[in-house]
Protein backbone atom coordinates (compact mmCIF):
# COMPACT_ATOMS: atom_id res chain seq x y z
CA UNK A 1 0.00 0.00 0.00
CA UNK A 2 2.80 2.40 1.15
CA UNK A 3 4.68 1.84 -2.63
CA UNK A 4 1.37 2.46 -4.43
CA UNK A 5 0.77 5.79 -2.16
CA UNK A 6 4.53 6.85 -3.21
CA UNK A 7 4.24 5.73 -6.70
CA UNK A 8 0.90 7.70 -6.90
CA UNK A 9 2.50 11.18 -5.43
CA UNK A 10 5.93 10.69 -7.33
CA UNK A 11 3.24 10.66 -10.55
CA UNK A 12 1.21 13.77 -9.17
CA UNK A 13 4.49 15.46 -8.97
CA UNK A 14 6.20 14.60 -12.22
CA UNK A 15 2.69 15.95 -14.07
CA UNK A 16 2.68 19.21 -11.51
CA UNK A 17 6.49 19.61 -12.68
CA UNK A 18 5.55 19.15 -15.95
CA UNK A 19 3.33 21.90 -16.31
CA UNK A 20 5.28 24.08 -14.62
CA UNK A 21 8.09 23.73 -17.24
CA UNK A 22 6.87 26.71 -19.56
CA UNK A 23 9.23 29.87 -19.55
CA UNK A 24 7.79 32.09 -22.57
CA UNK A 25 10.10 34.79 -23.68
CA UNK A 26 10.96 36.75 -26.28
CA UNK A 27 13.80 38.72 -27.00
CA UNK A 28 14.41 42.08 -28.78
CA UNK A 29 16.85 43.32 -30.96
CA UNK A 30 16.91 46.49 -32.50
CA UNK A 31 18.93 46.81 -35.66
CA UNK A 32 18.31 50.24 -37.05
CA UNK A 33 17.42 53.79 -35.48
CA UNK A 34 16.62 56.40 -38.12
CA UNK A 35 14.80 59.75 -38.10
CA UNK A 36 11.55 58.09 -38.99
CA UNK A 37 12.08 54.61 -38.99
CA UNK A 38 13.59 52.07 -36.30
CA UNK A 39 13.82 48.41 -37.37
CA UNK A 40 13.85 45.33 -34.62
CA UNK A 41 14.04 41.77 -34.65
CA UNK A 42 12.35 39.64 -32.38
CA UNK A 43 13.19 36.45 -31.12
CA UNK A 44 11.00 33.90 -29.41
CA UNK A 45 12.13 30.90 -26.83
CA UNK A 46 11.01 27.08 -27.26
CA UNK A 47 8.51 28.07 -24.63
CA UNK A 48 7.10 30.46 -26.42
CA UNK A 49 4.33 29.22 -28.64
CA UNK A 50 3.55 32.74 -29.76
CA UNK A 51 4.35 36.34 -29.30
CA UNK A 52 2.50 39.89 -29.95
CA UNK A 53 4.68 43.52 -30.42
CA UNK A 54 3.92 46.84 -30.49
CA UNK A 55 6.27 50.36 -30.68
CA UNK A 56 4.33 53.26 -29.28
CA UNK A 57 5.66 56.48 -26.75
CA UNK A 58 4.93 55.80 -23.11
CA UNK A 59 2.63 58.33 -23.02
CA UNK A 60 0.78 56.95 -26.18
CA UNK A 61 0.81 53.62 -24.17
CA UNK A 62 -0.60 54.97 -20.74
CA UNK A 63 -3.24 56.49 -22.85
CA UNK A 64 -4.08 53.41 -25.02
CA UNK A 65 -4.30 51.24 -22.02
CA UNK A 66 -6.50 53.45 -20.20
CA UNK A 67 -8.89 53.82 -22.99
CA UNK A 68 -9.49 50.20 -23.04
CA UNK A 69 -9.24 49.30 -19.33
CA UNK A 70 -6.64 46.35 -20.57
CA UNK A 71 -3.08 45.88 -18.16
CA UNK A 72 -0.08 46.01 -20.37
CA UNK A 73 0.07 42.17 -21.18
CA UNK A 74 -3.76 42.22 -22.34
CA UNK A 75 -3.28 45.27 -24.36
CA UNK A 76 -0.08 43.99 -26.02
CA UNK A 77 -2.08 40.38 -26.83
CA UNK A 78 -5.41 42.09 -28.24
CA UNK A 79 -3.84 45.03 -30.07
CA UNK A 80 -0.41 44.40 -30.91
CA UNK A 81 1.07 42.86 -34.30
CA UNK A 82 1.17 38.59 -33.91
CA UNK A 83 3.57 36.39 -34.67
CA UNK A 84 4.86 32.98 -33.95
CA UNK A 85 8.41 32.92 -35.58
CA UNK A 86 11.55 34.92 -35.35
CA UNK A 87 11.15 38.01 -37.45
CA UNK A 88 12.22 41.51 -38.01
CA UNK A 89 9.72 44.33 -38.58
CA UNK A 90 10.36 48.05 -39.61
CA UNK A 91 8.22 50.88 -37.90
CA UNK A 92 7.84 53.71 -39.95
CA UNK A 93 5.63 56.96 -39.67
CA UNK A 94 7.61 58.20 -36.78
CA UNK A 95 8.61 61.30 -35.00
CA UNK A 96 12.32 62.12 -35.23
CA UNK A 97 14.38 62.96 -31.71
CA UNK A 98 11.50 61.01 -30.01
CA UNK A 99 11.87 57.91 -27.43
CA UNK A 100 9.63 55.40 -27.82
CA UNK A 101 9.73 51.72 -26.38
CA UNK A 102 9.18 48.38 -27.97
CA UNK A 103 7.04 45.73 -26.24
CA UNK A 104 6.64 42.09 -26.63
CA UNK A 105 4.70 39.74 -24.83
CA UNK A 106 5.19 36.21 -25.26
CA UNK A 107 1.96 33.09 -24.35
CA UNK A 108 2.94 29.68 -23.77
CA UNK A 109 1.06 26.57 -24.67
CA UNK A 110 -1.44 26.75 -22.21
CA UNK A 111 -2.20 30.51 -23.22
CA UNK A 112 -0.18 32.45 -20.39
CA UNK A 113 1.58 35.20 -20.53
CA UNK A 114 5.25 35.57 -20.01
CA UNK A 115 7.34 38.60 -19.05
CA UNK A 116 6.92 41.26 -21.04
CA UNK A 117 9.85 42.37 -23.23
CA UNK A 118 10.97 46.20 -23.53
CA UNK A 119 13.63 48.22 -25.10
CA UNK A 120 13.89 51.82 -25.36
CA UNK A 121 15.06 53.94 -28.52
CA UNK A 122 15.23 57.41 -29.95
CA UNK A 123 15.02 58.09 -33.31
CA UNK A 124 17.90 60.34 -34.63
CA UNK A 125 17.15 64.72 -34.21
CA UNK A 126 16.12 65.66 -37.84
CA UNK A 127 12.77 65.75 -40.06
CA UNK A 128 12.40 69.62 -40.26
CA UNK A 129 13.55 69.85 -44.08
CA UNK A 130 12.00 66.42 -44.75
CA UNK A 131 10.49 67.33 -48.16
CA UNK A 132 6.71 65.95 -48.79
CA UNK A 133 5.91 63.67 -52.03
CA UNK A 134 3.49 65.43 -54.13
CA UNK A 135 0.05 64.28 -54.85
CA UNK A 136 -3.03 64.37 -56.55
CA UNK A 137 -6.06 62.68 -55.59
CA UNK A 138 -10.07 63.61 -56.54
CA UNK A 139 -12.07 64.77 -53.60
CA UNK A 140 -15.84 63.11 -52.97
CA UNK A 141 -17.37 65.77 -54.43
CA UNK A 142 -14.95 65.60 -57.55
CA UNK A 143 -12.27 68.15 -57.20
CA UNK A 144 -8.94 67.34 -57.90
CA UNK A 145 -6.48 68.13 -55.27
CA UNK A 146 -3.05 68.88 -56.10
CA UNK A 147 -0.75 69.49 -52.64
CA UNK A 148 2.32 71.67 -54.39
CA UNK A 149 -0.29 73.73 -55.88
CA UNK A 150 -1.80 74.47 -52.74
CA UNK A 151 1.44 75.09 -51.21
CA UNK A 152 2.78 76.92 -54.47
CA UNK A 153 -0.04 79.49 -53.98
CA UNK A 154 1.12 80.37 -49.93
CA UNK A 155 -0.98 77.75 -48.20
CA UNK A 156 0.39 75.60 -45.62
CA UNK A 157 -1.61 72.49 -45.49
CA UNK A 158 -3.23 70.23 -42.68
CA UNK A 159 -4.06 66.57 -43.20
CA UNK A 160 -6.18 64.67 -41.22
CA UNK A 161 -5.13 61.20 -42.37
CA UNK A 162 -8.10 58.91 -40.47
CA UNK A 163 -9.40 55.45 -40.78
CA UNK A 164 -13.27 54.65 -41.74
CA UNK A 165 -15.18 52.75 -38.45
CA UNK A 166 -11.91 53.65 -36.34
CA UNK A 167 -13.38 54.70 -32.97
CA UNK A 168 -9.91 56.08 -32.46
CA UNK A 169 -9.92 57.94 -35.82
CA UNK A 170 -13.49 59.80 -34.56
CA UNK A 171 -12.35 61.16 -31.72
CA UNK A 172 -10.01 64.35 -32.64
CA UNK A 173 -13.13 65.28 -34.84
CA UNK A 174 -14.53 67.74 -32.88
CA UNK A 175 -11.22 69.41 -32.34
CA UNK A 176 -9.97 68.96 -35.81
CA UNK A 177 -13.34 70.90 -36.97
CA UNK A 178 -12.79 73.45 -34.23
CA UNK A 179 -9.39 74.31 -35.51
CA UNK A 180 -10.26 74.37 -39.01
CA UNK A 181 -12.89 77.51 -37.71
CA UNK A 182 -10.23 79.20 -35.83
CA UNK A 183 -7.72 79.07 -38.67
CA UNK A 184 -10.53 81.01 -41.49
CA UNK A 185 -12.07 77.65 -42.97
CA UNK A 186 -9.15 77.35 -45.50
CA UNK A 187 -9.08 81.32 -46.54
CA UNK A 188 -5.59 81.74 -45.00
CA UNK A 189 -2.95 80.64 -44.08
CA UNK A 190 -3.28 76.96 -43.48
CA UNK A 191 -5.32 74.82 -45.95
CA UNK A 192 -7.44 72.14 -44.41
CA UNK A 193 -8.16 68.27 -45.65
CA UNK A 194 -8.51 64.78 -44.92
CA UNK A 195 -7.46 61.43 -46.30
CA UNK A 196 -8.36 57.98 -45.80
CA UNK A 197 -6.64 54.65 -47.36
CA UNK A 198 -10.04 52.97 -46.47
CA UNK A 199 -13.57 54.13 -46.64
CA UNK A 200 -14.95 54.91 -50.59
CA UNK A 201 -16.85 57.79 -51.37
CA UNK A 202 -20.11 56.71 -49.69
CA UNK A 203 -18.06 55.58 -46.55
CA UNK A 204 -16.69 59.40 -46.74
CA UNK A 205 -20.34 60.85 -47.43
CA UNK A 206 -21.51 59.43 -44.28
CA UNK A 207 -18.41 60.73 -42.23
CA UNK A 208 -18.88 63.87 -43.53
CA UNK A 209 -22.71 64.46 -42.61
CA UNK A 210 -21.65 62.67 -39.43
CA UNK A 211 -18.64 65.59 -38.02
CA UNK A 212 -20.10 68.16 -40.48
CA UNK A 213 -16.32 68.00 -42.67
CA UNK A 214 -16.28 71.51 -44.03
CA UNK A 215 -12.97 70.71 -46.02
CA UNK A 216 -12.19 68.77 -48.93
CA UNK A 217 -12.38 64.57 -47.79
CA UNK A 218 -10.34 62.35 -50.37
CA UNK A 219 -11.59 58.84 -50.39
CA UNK A 220 -10.19 55.57 -51.44
CA UNK A 221 -11.83 55.84 -54.26
CA UNK A 222 -10.26 59.25 -54.85
CA UNK A 223 -6.30 57.60 -54.11
CA UNK A 224 -6.28 58.17 -50.66
CA UNK A 225 -4.65 54.48 -50.14
CA UNK A 226 -1.92 55.47 -52.54
CA UNK A 227 -1.33 58.88 -51.36
CA UNK A 228 -0.83 56.99 -47.79
CA UNK A 229 1.71 54.71 -48.87
CA UNK A 230 3.68 57.27 -50.51
CA UNK A 231 3.86 59.43 -47.50
CA UNK A 232 3.85 57.24 -45.71
CA UNK A 233 1.26 57.10 -42.73
CA UNK A 234 1.85 54.24 -40.40
CA UNK A 235 -0.49 55.14 -37.56
CA UNK A 236 -4.57 56.32 -37.77
CA UNK A 237 -5.27 59.06 -36.98
CA UNK A 238 -2.10 61.17 -38.36
CA UNK A 239 -2.62 64.99 -38.02
CA UNK A 240 0.21 66.14 -40.20
CA UNK A 241 1.11 69.82 -41.06
CA UNK A 242 3.41 70.88 -44.15
CA UNK A 243 4.81 73.89 -45.10
CA UNK A 244 4.73 76.02 -48.07
CA UNK A 245 7.96 74.97 -48.74
CA UNK A 246 7.05 71.48 -49.00
CA UNK A 247 8.54 70.70 -46.10
CA UNK A 248 7.05 68.42 -42.93
CA UNK A 249 7.17 70.98 -39.92
CA UNK A 250 4.88 68.35 -37.91
CA UNK A 251 4.44 64.67 -39.31
CA UNK A 252 2.13 63.96 -36.51
CA UNK A 253 0.73 66.51 -33.67
CA UNK A 254 0.57 64.51 -30.66
CA UNK A 255 -2.14 63.96 -28.35
CA UNK A 256 -4.31 65.07 -31.56
CA UNK A 257 -6.01 68.10 -29.34
CA UNK A 258 -6.93 71.36 -30.41
CA UNK A 259 -4.01 72.61 -27.66
CA UNK A 260 -1.57 70.20 -29.18
CA UNK A 261 -2.89 71.66 -33.02
CA UNK A 262 -2.75 75.58 -32.31
CA UNK A 263 0.86 75.17 -30.57
CA UNK A 264 1.96 73.54 -34.16
CA UNK A 265 -0.02 76.14 -35.71
CA UNK A 266 1.41 79.11 -33.57
CA UNK A 267 4.98 77.43 -33.93
CA UNK A 268 4.92 78.21 -37.85
CA UNK A 269 3.98 81.63 -36.66
CA UNK A 270 0.06 80.95 -38.48
CA UNK A 271 -2.17 83.57 -37.50
CA UNK A 272 -6.23 82.94 -36.27
CA UNK A 273 -8.81 84.39 -38.75
CA UNK A 274 -12.73 84.65 -38.73
CA UNK A 275 -14.41 82.92 -41.54
CA UNK A 276 -15.49 84.94 -44.15
CA UNK A 277 -19.45 83.04 -44.33
CA UNK A 278 -21.79 82.73 -46.73
CA UNK A 279 -19.93 81.07 -49.60
CA UNK A 280 -23.35 80.22 -51.09
CA UNK A 281 -25.22 82.21 -53.00
CA UNK A 282 -27.98 84.43 -51.43
CA UNK A 283 -30.99 85.02 -53.00
CA UNK A 284 -31.25 88.66 -53.98
CA UNK A 285 -28.29 89.83 -55.41
CA UNK A 286 -27.57 93.57 -55.91
CA UNK A 287 -25.07 93.19 -58.46
CA UNK A 288 -24.74 91.53 -61.89
CA UNK A 289 -21.97 89.36 -63.51
CA UNK A 290 -21.59 89.39 -67.42
CA UNK A 291 -20.76 87.01 -69.04
CA UNK A 292 -21.40 83.94 -67.40
CA UNK A 293 -19.40 81.27 -67.91
CA UNK A 294 -16.63 83.95 -68.50
CA UNK A 295 -13.29 83.52 -70.52
CA UNK A 296 -11.05 86.07 -70.21
CA UNK A 297 -12.85 88.54 -68.33
CA UNK A 298 -15.76 88.98 -66.25
CA UNK A 299 -17.67 92.46 -65.64
CA UNK A 300 -19.21 93.42 -62.23
CA UNK A 301 -21.50 95.81 -61.98
CA UNK A 302 -23.20 96.92 -58.21
CA UNK A 303 -23.59 99.76 -55.68
CA UNK A 304 -20.94 100.60 -53.20
CA UNK A 305 -18.77 97.17 -54.59
CA UNK A 306 -15.93 98.04 -52.35
CA UNK A 307 -13.36 95.04 -51.93
CA UNK A 308 -14.00 92.07 -54.56
CA UNK A 309 -12.97 88.79 -53.38
CA UNK A 310 -13.38 85.42 -55.41
CA UNK A 311 -12.80 81.73 -54.10
CA UNK A 312 -12.50 78.40 -55.37
CA UNK A 313 -15.19 75.62 -55.33
CA UNK A 314 -12.73 75.04 -52.53
CA UNK A 315 -12.70 77.58 -50.16
CA UNK A 316 -9.80 79.10 -51.21
CA UNK A 317 -9.37 82.65 -51.56
CA UNK A 318 -8.18 83.00 -55.18
CA UNK A 319 -8.32 86.82 -55.69
CA UNK A 320 -8.89 90.26 -54.07
CA UNK A 321 -8.76 93.93 -55.09
CA UNK A 322 -10.74 97.01 -54.56
CA UNK A 323 -13.44 97.89 -57.07
CA UNK A 324 -13.73 101.51 -58.39
CA UNK A 325 -17.34 102.64 -57.82
CA UNK A 326 -19.91 100.77 -59.06
CA UNK A 327 -18.54 98.44 -61.65
CA UNK A 328 -15.72 96.59 -62.35
CA UNK A 329 -13.64 93.43 -64.31
CA UNK A 330 -12.09 90.70 -63.27
CA UNK A 331 -9.48 88.99 -65.30
CA UNK A 332 -10.05 85.56 -65.89
CA UNK A 333 -7.33 84.42 -67.84
CA UNK A 334 -5.60 83.10 -65.13
CA UNK A 335 -7.80 80.87 -63.54
CA UNK A 336 -8.58 77.55 -64.65
CA UNK A 337 -11.63 76.27 -65.85
CA UNK A 338 -14.00 75.93 -62.73
CA UNK A 339 -16.89 77.30 -60.59
CA UNK A 340 -16.09 80.07 -58.81
CA UNK A 341 -18.06 82.85 -56.04
CA UNK A 342 -17.09 86.45 -55.90
CA UNK A 343 -17.72 88.04 -53.03
CA UNK A 344 -18.69 91.95 -52.40
CA UNK A 345 -19.16 93.19 -49.20
CA UNK A 346 -22.25 90.95 -48.36
CA UNK A 347 -23.35 90.07 -51.71
CA UNK A 348 -22.46 86.69 -53.26
CA UNK A 349 -22.52 85.04 -56.55
CA UNK A 350 -21.35 82.28 -58.28
CA UNK A 351 -19.77 82.16 -61.50
CA UNK A 352 -18.34 80.09 -64.33
CA UNK A 353 -14.46 79.94 -66.06
CA UNK A 354 -14.38 78.13 -69.39
CA UNK A 355 -11.37 78.61 -71.51
Not at 14 to 36: C, H, M, R, W
Not at 109 to 124: I, K, S
Not at 133 to 146: A, C, K, L, R, S
Request: glycine content about 8%; charged content about 20%; aromatic content about 12%.
Amino acid sequence: MKKLTTLFLALAIGFGLKAQNYDPQVSIYVDQVLETEVTATFTPNEDCASYSYMLATESEIQQWMSMTGLDLPDYLHTYGFPAEETLSHTFSALEPNTEYMIYAVPVDLDGNFGPVAQEAVVTTPGGSSEIIPDFTGTDIDGNEINLYSILDAGQAVFINFFLYGDPYSEQPMTDVLEAYRLYGCNQHDVFFMEITPNGHDDDCRIWVDQFGVEYPTISRDGGGNTIAQAIPVGLYPTLMLIRPDHTIAVRDIYPPTLEYIIDAFESESYMQYECEDGIEEAENQLFTLFPNPANESLTLKGENLGTVRVYNVLGQKVDEFEANDTETNINTTRYEDGVYVVKAGEKMMKFVVKH
